[in-house]
């Protein structure tokens, strides 16, 4: 299976402090996508990173990519009450989409 | 627009019942997908379409039946479901290509419940 494991499963910060998160996939792919999730709805696209880049910036996201590894982490710095939530990785190898099976973050105020 | 809109939000069907879930963009995206989510579990693939043609179907159980009768509609119809179907089901849009597919964007989803 291609799915993608992350670690940690849960995590709790304090607002301000940063959150990383990592997932490891098995296969090639042609990228990988982070996506967060509020409880019970649908995923939001956060970040794109193709198989040929290392590290990827979006606002308070950085994301990077270790082919030889086959493993990606996302930090979120400076987290907000907000940022709580699921977040999951995405594999994209053609056609084929496979989340991994996620992190759960909470931000405490 | 970058909405991805389903329908309905909650169902509650028996088992013997037929229903549909829809879906619906307006971007302009060729490929579209269904997913099934269980509580506290990722998405998991169930079928893409890709210009309208059914390019992945996952295994899925002949009682889903996907249907895109154009570009911008996704349906999903169910048939003599069982219990275990109860899922949250995520349809989702992109740009689409015959290579790498690139950021999707989801519906807020259809939560299913099978009596």
């Known amino acids: 299976s291609q799915q993608g494991e992350e670690d940690p499963q849960a995590l709790s910060i304090q607002e301000g402090e940063n959150a990383t998160m990592n997932c490891s996939y098995k296969?090639?792919?042609?990228?990988l996508q982070w996506y967060r999730q509020n409880s019970g709805r649908g995923l939001v696209h956060l970040i794109l990173i193709r198989s040929n880049e290392r590290e990827k910036h979006s606002g308070r996201l950085r994301v990077t990519l270790d082919t030889s590894k086959k493993s990606s982490s996302l930090l979120i710095t400076a987290s907000r009450a907000a940022d709580t939530a699921s977040y999951f990785c995405a594999t994209v190898l053609y056609q084929k989409v496979t989340f991994g099976t996620g992190t759960k973050l909470q931000v405490i105020p | 627009d970058t909405e991805v809109t389903q329908t309905p939000k909650h169902l509650v069907m028996g088992m013997t019942n037929k229903k549909s879930l829809k879906c619906e963009q307006h971007m302009g995206h060729r490929a579209m997908y269904w997913y099934k989510q269980k509580a506290k579990k990722p998405p998991e693939l169930m079928f893409v379409y890709s210009y309208e043609k059914l390019s992945i179907n996952e295994s899925v159980p002949s009682r889903f039946s996907p249907e895109c009768p154009n570009s911008s509609l996704l349906n999903l119809h169910l048939h003599a479901l069982q219990p275990e179907d109860s899922a949250l089901y995520l349809c989702?849009?992109?740009?689409?290509?015959?290579?790498?597919?690139?950021?999707?964007?989801f519906g807020p989803g259809t939560r299913l419940t099978v009596l």
């Open positions: 989702a849009s992109s740009q689409g290509s015959s290579g790498s597919f690139n950021t999707q964007y």
């Open positions: 296969t090639s792919i042609n990228n």
